[in-house]
């Protein structure tokens, strides 16, 4: 049965699922940050992926940069697979801004990572799920 990884579970709030990934935002406010799992056990590494679950990742993908990036007005996507510290297959989606506090470097320990507010969290969350509203796509419940 598939679970997710502890540190993804405190890191992050679960926005939805689609086919095979579920989609989590990351609790750091700088950034519209998401994380992609894809839900599959043992898996560390795209290419351990079976075919279909590889295409279905890359459509994943796709879909989740493109609606990030219309959004939130994106000037750049960065995607990332790195996996050194959480060896769990996830895929990062942050959408970057000329404006944001690390550009042009990359996110990862540039500036601390900032909390939402209770209330700035859960209209990130409604936001995203407006943003994927699709057949495919299944909301997760609102933080309290």
Aim: proline share 7%; with cysteine.
């Amino acid at each position: 049965m598939f679970e997710l990884d502890y540190r993804l579970q405190n890191d992050c709030v679960e926005v939805g699922a689609l086919m095979l990934n579920r989609i989590l935002l990351m609790k750091d406010a700088n950034y519209p940050w998401l994380i992609l799992v894809p839900q599959r056990d043992d898996i560390s590494e795209i290419y351990q992926l079976d075919e279909d679950d590889q295409e279905q990742l890359i459509w994943e993908s796709t879909f989740v940069a493109e609606r990030l990036m219309k959004t939130f007005d994106g000037d750049k996507m960065n995607i990332a697979a790195l996996g050194n510290v959480v060896p769990q297959l996830h895929i990062h989606h942050v959408m970057r801004k000329k404006t944001d506090p690390a550009w042009p470097n990359p996110v990862w320990g540039a500036v601390p990572p900032k909390a939402y507010t209770k209330a700035g969290l859960r209209q990130r969350v409604e936001q995203l799920q407006t943003a994927f509203e699709t057949s495919i796509f299944k909301p997760a419940g609102l933080p309290e």
